[in-house]
């Protein structure tokens, strides 16, 4: 079964770097999404990506966060400066059609010193 | 406004027995999926229903929607091990693009 691959799947980073973290979605999936799962706490929405552009985004995805598709297949998720707070587990989603499910990748933990 | 909250938070259970977890959600939805997380790892799909259906199987799992309570349940049947997780609903909107999820329900099968 096809699958949504995610790198790195562990990312340490000290406070103020930038960090892209990258997807490949499935192949024939249109809609991407990123969300993080703060330990212990509920999977979050960050953002939502249809046709090359932001569908929605969250409160969370303020100026630092950056999405974009540059070669047509990865999606990747960019912080520009990582705070402490950004400390997180990343998960990338992807889905084809409106009522088909978001498969999820494996996730991305990222901690930030 | 919250959506997809789930209880037990925590159920712990004997192998063989079934397993019941509830959730609640606040507005309309086009459907409600459910998630099953094992520590540390990623979210699998367990079974999407639509609004419009009110009841889905796969294999040990059943899924009810009543859009009227706005609830949904999963029962998992003859447990095992190997279902020790964290389960979690999700409710889509078609006003939106996000999956909004709950707190989860985790589950603990004992052998």
């Known amino acids: 079964e096809p699958e949504v691959t995610q790198t790195p799947s562990h990312q340490v980073t000290q406070m103020g770097q930038e960090v892209i973290l990258r997807c490949v979605p499935i192949?024939?999936?249109?809609?991407f999404y990123w969300y993080r799962q703060i330990l212990g706490q509920k999977v979050e929405f960050l953002v939502s990506?249809?046709?090359?552009?932001?569908?929605?985004k969250s409160e969370i995805f303020d100026d630092q966060f950056s999405v974009e598709r540059p070669d047509g297949s990865n999606f990747t998720l960019k912080i520009r400066s990582t705070k402490l707070e950004d400390s997180a587990m990343y998960f990338c989603?992807?889905?084809?059609?409106?009522?088909?499910?978001?498969?999820f990748g494996d996730g991305t933990r990222l901690s930030i010193l | 406004s919250q959506q997809g909250e789930e209880d037990p938070q925590a159920l712990s259970i004997q192998e063989g027995e079934n397993a019941t977890m509830n959730c609640s959600y606040k507005?309309?939805?086009?459907?409600l999926q459910w998630y099953r997380q094992n520590s540390g790892r990623g979210l699998v799909h367990l079974i999407l229903?639509?609004?419009?259906?009110r009841e889905k199987h796969s294999g040990r799992l059943r899924v009810t929607l009543d859009t009227s309570k706005k609830s949904s349940s999963l029962l998992i049947t003859a447990s095992r091990a190997a279902d020790t997780a964290s389960y979690f609903c999700?409710?889509?909107?078609?006003?939106?693009?996000?999956?909004?999820f709950g707190a989860g329900t985790t589950v603990t099968v004992r052998a």
């Open positions: 989603a992807t889905r084809g059609d409106f009522n088909q499910p978001q498969h």
């Open positions: 192949s024939n999936h249109l809609y």
């Open positions: 990506f249809y046709n090359n552009e932001i569908s929605e």
């Open positions: 507005t309309s939805i086009n459907n």
């Open positions: 229903i639509r609004s419009n259906e």
């Open positions: 999700a409710t889509f909107r078609s006003n939106d693009y996000k999956l909004s």
